[in-house]
């Protein structure tokens, strides 16, 4: 049964249950059934083993909503990002969620349609896009490792001369930021097409205000790029490859 939870303005706990509502809909008590009972031997096996992955699915839903109910520890110690100012402007309230299901449905609660700056998440775009034009020349300039440190560590980056762990850590992630800045006159407009493109979404768009509040803090990403282009690993403008990164960190989605 196509059962889904639509946004709306109603504190977290309240938001949940319409959640649980709409699961017990779609699964009524399948996860209690006996169904097997009445069936051969040898389908027996494939009913229970549905009922209990029902059940299984059912008990990881009831996690999740003890994890961000209204009493739970995660709601009590809500925090906004502070490492940016702008971010901490941001009400602590805000909450969505999104469950896009292979055959296309969407299930959306909360604030799922409050547009965000991207952050991070902007760095998978960034890659795919450097790696449908370097292909796997990109990877003599930054590797493919977990790093095990914090994602804006520079002790690291020195012993390693200037090549990042992976792309998904700071470091890695201004490389990236300097491939395209040599391949594209407007690295983060590139960006920004990409997105758009791939989501089927023209509105996408940039959040000046976080975008300049991130460049005037970032003097730590100032530091790795600096160290990284004394390695040579950087071959554009240090200032030219933070403003292109900022840029592209505050592009919003939701």
Known sequence: KVTGVQTCALPISQRFGCLDTGFRESLGNAHECRLDLFLPDTQRVEVAGVCQLLQFRRQRFQFLRQLLG???????????AGYIPQLSTVSPQRFGMAVYCLDGRIYTAGDAHEKFSAQSITKLFAL??????DGDAIWNRVGREPSGNPFNSLSQLEYEHGIPRNPFINAGALVIADILATRFVQA?????QFMRMLAGEAALDFDTAVAQSEYRSAHRNSAIA????????????????????CRQCSITIN
């Open 226 to 245: 600096h160290l990284m282009k004394d390695f040579r690993n950087l071959h554009n403008p240090v200032e030219t490859v933070i403003r292109n990164y």
């Open 70 to 80: 209204r009493d739970s520890e995660f709601a009590r110690s809500r925090m906004v």
């Open 188 to 192: 983060d407009i590139a960006v920004l």
């Open 128 to 133: 795919a896009l450097a790696f449908s034009r």
